[in-house]
């Protein structure tokens, strides 16, 4: 074994904890995007499956607005959350039907499934439901309010 190749996963949160802190206004989704961990390929999609379609805890909108306007809001992403003339055209469309996670612990690396488009930065970046190779994301840092 190599150093630092060691992972741990902890289970240490309750369901019932998780499902209060979701209905809270100010919890947005987000993903810490370590390799190892299914969350880095699924929080959205788990999100949506079980506490939109299964739960039913978010509606819809609620989802959609903590995925990225309520993000940009919190960390003074200027110009990006929300689907406006003059936004930068960070975009995502999937199939509500077929949204759902895939990855796994055993497979924390696997896609989605349901994920039609995605446009980062105005660029294509999935085409139905195909990656398209490029990356054209960029670091964001709030700069006095404005990103």
Not at 121 to 132: A, C, M, P, S, W
Request: glycine residues 10%; aromatic residues 12%; charged residues 25%.
């Amino acid at each position: 074994m190599t150093e630092g190749s060691t992972r741990v996963a902890s289970f240490n949160m309750h369901a019932d904890d998780i499902r209060a802190f979701m209905q809270q206004e100010w919890v947005m989704t987000s993903s810490d995007g370590t390799d190892g961990h299914p969350r880095k390929y699924a929080s959205f999609p788990k999100k949506y499956r079980d506490y939109v379609l299964g739960e039913q805890l978010l509606s819809l909108e609620d989802f959609l607005y903590r995925s990225s306007g309520l993000t940009a809001e919190t960390f003074g992403l200027a110009g990006r959350g929300r689907i406006e003339i003059g936004y930068v055209a960070d975009v995502v469309a999937f199939d509500p039907e077929t949204f759902a996670p895939v990855a796994t612990f055993a497979a924390w690396n696997e896609l989605s499934e349901g994920l039609v488009y995605s446009i980062v930065n105005g660029q294509l970046v999935v085409d139905k439901g195909k990656y398209t190779g490029i990356l054209p994301g960029i670091v964001l840092r709030k700069r006095n309010g404005r990103s």
